[in-house]
């Protein structure tokens, strides 16, 4: 496994994936069925990353083009179950046959932008118009996005809807020509219906109207009385006439409907390969505009074991900074095999920087642009990040126990090429053991062909030179007198201040004596007693 639910959720990439706005419903199985590029797929991942160069240039280019694109995208329904009727001979509706001929259209639009602005797409990207189905569900060429059993499907449909047309008519002329023969005789007004309605008080044009043979009593109230336009002796016959001809006619629409569905059942391959094409280029631009949105670039794959960050930036919190009018401070790792730890004091971004590496890394081998200036990595087997705060309750293990479960079955995998993030180990147990668990479990993987980012508050753990050792560059060189100034005159905002000068960066740490103590000079800024801080001082030296 690449990746487990658990270290998805906790890296806090469903934030990212959200970002992938895909519009037809195919893109959106499409994304769901992303999957990670492997080692054995690293000539794939070089293709996918040039399609969302590709994709970034054009969108740039022709905005307006692919608004239209994203446009037709959202139009298009999901047919894949009348085409798998149709692929099951089901004959289908007219509604069916209606969606279908409008995705034709779709099609055929769709290839015309992807030509205006000459996207050079691979194969199985390519959306491929469909003429003979356009004709067979278009045969008057209307070009208009409606669908009818149409007289030129069938002699014999056209034949019947002739019959019932012309007994309809009949009838029609018929009414017509009684209910203005009693209109002319008793001067009255009769409504389309065949209906006219009188004042009860006008009992002479009531007793007029009883004896007209044309008219039959049909209702009253209290008002008025209601008569209709008696109907000609073989109108029933006419009726059931009609009936039968309208069973006949639904027989033979079934039949043209029949034959509809065999065409379009011939032509399944084609319609799977043109739905494919759509979830793949759907998502496609999908990836362009999440580059483009999060100024990100195109990752580096080498060979070598290595993951070199330049300027990389944590999408979501930058995304909450900037909500607040502040700026995420970019990071910049250079890391190989083996183990580097980080350190600094709370508040420093250490957890920050830790899934930043673990973002980035999963987000390169999902086939996407990563926000950054450069990247530089090599595929992994897995990437594993361990947050320091689980607890199973399922298991009635504590934090430690929990977090040593995981810890456990990562290190089985440690001669694989894998990414280990591992924030605060062995912080749910005491110190003294705490550091001796971390100590050994730095001493094994030191030398594994995974590369191992530990971030810790415990002292020692970076004395061996074979640990790479980085640390939150934090407070130092800040003016202190300054900042306590400043965070005096900004009332109930102290820890924002603190975070204004705080810098997150992380420099490389060589010698010990480097090494500031920010959490004493931020307790101190908040305004803990001074008598505190000097013997927690002492306690240091």
């Not at 999957?35 to 969108?59: G, S, W």
């Not at 998502?283 to 580096?300: F, N, S």
């Not at 990247?375 to 504590?398: E, I, P």
Request: some cysteine; proline content about 3%.
């Amino acid at each position: 496994m690449f990746i487990s639910d658990r270290v998805f959720e906790n890296l806090e990439l469903p934030y990212i994936f959200s970002r992938i706005v895909v519009y037809t419903p195919y893109g959106t199985d499409a994304k769901k069925e992303m999957k990670p590029f492997l080692k054995k797929d690293t000539q794939k991942l070089i293709e996918e990353y040039e399609r969302i160069e590709k994709a970034v240039f054009l969108i740039t280019k022709h905005r307006y083009t692919f608004v239209d694109i994203r446009t037709i995208f959202q139009h298009m329904k999901d047919l894949r179950g009348s085409f798998k009727r149709a692929e099951e001979n089901e004959v289908l509706s007219t509604v069916e046959l209606f969606e279908i001929k409008a995705f034709m259209f779709m099609l055929t639009e769709l290839e015309q932008k992807i030509q205006k602005i000459k996207w050079n797409l691979p194969e199985n990207l390519k959306v491929k118009p469909m003429p003979s189905l356009i004709k067979l569900l278009d045969p008057e060429k209307s070009g208009v996005n409606t669908f009818y059993i149409y007289d030129m499907y069938s002699k014999k449909l056209q034949m019947i809807r002739k019959q019932i047309k012309d007994i309809e008519a009949d009838m029609y002329r018929s009414k017509k020509e009684a209910r203005e023969k009693i209109q002319a005789e008793l001067n009255i007004k009769i409504r389309p219906n065949g209906e006219t309605s009188v004042s009860k008080s006008n009992e002479e044009m009531i007793a007029a109207m009883e004896k007209c043979p044309g008219l039959v009593y049909n209702s009253e109230t209290y008002m008025n009385k209601t008569f209709k336009v008696r109907l000609e002796n073989d109108v029933d016959e006419k009726l059931k006439e009609l009936e039968e001809l309208k069973l006949r006619e639904e027989e033979e629409e079934f039949e043209v409907r029949k034959n509809l569905t065999e065409e379009i059942r011939k032509a399944i391959h084609d319609i799977d390969g043109n739905v494919s094409a759509i979830a793949s280029l759907d998502l496609l631009i999908a990836k362009g505009y999440l580059a483009i949105g999060m100024q990100g670039v195109k990752p580096e794959i080498v060979e070598e074991e290595t993951l070199s960050i330049i300027e990389g930036r944590h999408i979501k919190v930058a995304d909450t900074l900037r909500k607040q009018g502040k700026e995420f401070t970019p990071i910049t790792v250079n890391l190989k095999k083996g183990v580097t730890c980080i350190t600094g004091a709370n508040m420093g971004g250490k957890t920050i920087s830790l899934k930043l590496i673990g973002v980035l890394s999963v987000m390169a081998q999902y086939g996407l642009f990563v926000p950054a200036k450069e990247m530089k990595v090599s595929l992994k087997d897995y990437v594993f990040f361990s947050l320091g705060d689980l607890q199973s309750t399922d298991m009635g293990l504590s934090t430690f126990g929990a977090e040593i479960l995981e810890i456990k079955n990562i290190i089985s995998r440690a001669e694989e090429a894998g990414i280990i993030l591992i924030d605060e180990l062995a912080r749910g147990t005491n110190p003294s053991e705490g550091f001796a668990i971390s100590k050994a479990i730095i001493n094994f993987l030191k030398t594994k062909n995974s590369i191992t980012i530990i971030t810790t508050h415990f002292d020692g753990l970076t004395e061996d030179q074979e640990v790479y050792h980085l640390q939150v560059k934090g407070l130092i060189g800040v003016d202190y007198n300054q900042l306590k100034e400043e965070m005096n005159k900004t009332m109930n905002a102290g820890i924002e201040v603190v975070h204004k000068y705080m810098d997150y960066r992380l420099i490389e740490v060589e010698n010990e004596q480097i090494v500031p103590r920010d959490a004493i000079n931020i307790a101190r800024l908040m305004g803990l007693q001074e008598f505190i801080l000097k013997d927690a001082e002492q306690c240091l030296q």
